[in-house]
């Protein structure tokens, strides 16, 4: 039995939806169920119930975004930092393996060859770099699992958001059996304020960008795929493969929704943090080839995004939720 | 045999001086010797010694001061709110009681009464509060064990140090058995950076306010007390009782030490703010009942200040350290 905290999120939806799909038992729960924020009553539900594999979905983000991390400081840290711990040490005591929901949003920026020299570089929203992007994008390269998130506590500016991530990761490394799946700006077929297809097209105007990004089910079922092929534990990042401008992904919603509207982008950093954003925000690319050399096959990220533009369904027409 | 984790700091000191004067086994730990901030580490060598009690003071707290602690952020938030996690998931396993020492920093203000009305008050700067200190004490009464915090990220403004330290509280509370105390300003007869009556002959300028503060010896002692007397579990206030002003303080050393300076305030909370100091800082009074009550005696602190003054060792005097 599989054992899936904060089952009821946006993401957590995604996981019960593929463990269906799949035919594993499993038991999901809510925090409003249990309290598995508690230590004891964590670790007394682990030693009744003997799952052979956690999944934790669950984790502060911030409504409508993460600016409001910056203000529920204590919310953050408890969500983002001291909650996996505290599902680490639990597993750790009853010896069992898990999986914990990370952000790739603890990185800032993308490696950029030119001129045959490779160096990071944070801030993506550059017309060079963009010109870059469409024409010789084997030249933006993302970060991989052996860099040193750049985006934290520890590597300033960074959201409080993100800080907290990086730390979480912190607290649970080295501690018992665990996968770190790192997620980024979740999309998918389903309108939602918490997708990033929506987003793009509700935002009063959008800010041009580059990202690594996930299709949400796609994330889930990489996810349990390396668990499934008993891959070894520690970080993967977990995205579709390769990266997207915001202009390409505005591009595809116009080609394939043909919506009305017609999007205008911020002018530069500048006027997007006077007026839209407070905190920084991670834009950045990541590197997927230790999934894929793990077996796990996932879409590439344009075809991801094409498949659910193609399939899309508006809020109205999904029911009430 | 006691485990003392954080032995070799300027509070970890004073609980090696009255362990040794209590003749009580002891293990004196400093994170060089053994990474206790490891999970699994401290797990172990609980195992392996089966302390009958666990005492943490370990901590970070900004050098010079907690302005410090808003640049590492990181190990603020390991320091203060992990670390006392790991320790109580730990014990809890174990079985292990502990204490923790946490900080009072985490309250600002006081309660004061006038006209019959008794409402707390976050700024104690204000000239009509220390007319009321000198005039009518009784009028002016701390925070207990049942008020909530109100210098924390659940209540902001607070230092980033304040946050953590709240955080450190609500990660331990309800898990296992263990007390948390609560210093405020350690002082005592030992000139030292950290000592508060060292810092207030050191400051260019001194900062007028009302604080209940911490003789280190009375501190530890009284801890130790509570734990020898199996006082209940849970949240005590450990300062010395009542409280003094800044200008109090001063007069104490002038009269007592007879330093050749002539000592200089800042002219308010602006001035302050503006050169001195970036995070805002905690100034509060606390109240006692529950320690006293419990049986530990204290010495008030106008007696513990005025002793160590009368004892006053130069660090010069103390040889290297």
Redesign the interface.
Known sequence: MILLLGASGYIGEAFVRELQRRQWPFQPLSRKEVDYS???VL?DLLKRTKPEFLVNVAGFTGKPNVDACE?A??ET??GN??LP??I???C??CAVPWGHVSSGCIFSGAKLTRNGQTRAEKDLTRPDIHSLAEQSPEAIQGFTETDHPNF???D?PCSFYS?TK??GE??IT???RSYIWRLRIPFDEYDNARNYLSKVQRYAKVYENINSISHRGDFARACLDLWERRAPFGIYNVTNPGFVTTRQVVGLVEQILKPAKRFEFWRDDTEFYQKAAKTPRSNCVLDVSKLLAAGVKIRPVVEAIEDSLRNWKPEAAQGVK
Request: cysteine-free; aromatic content about 6%; overall charge positive.
């Open positions: 508690r230590f004891e670790l203000i400081r204590a840290l408890a930092a001291l711990q505290i680490a040490h639990a750790a005591v934290t506590f520890r300033l800080g990086a730390l912190e607290a080295g501690v018992g």
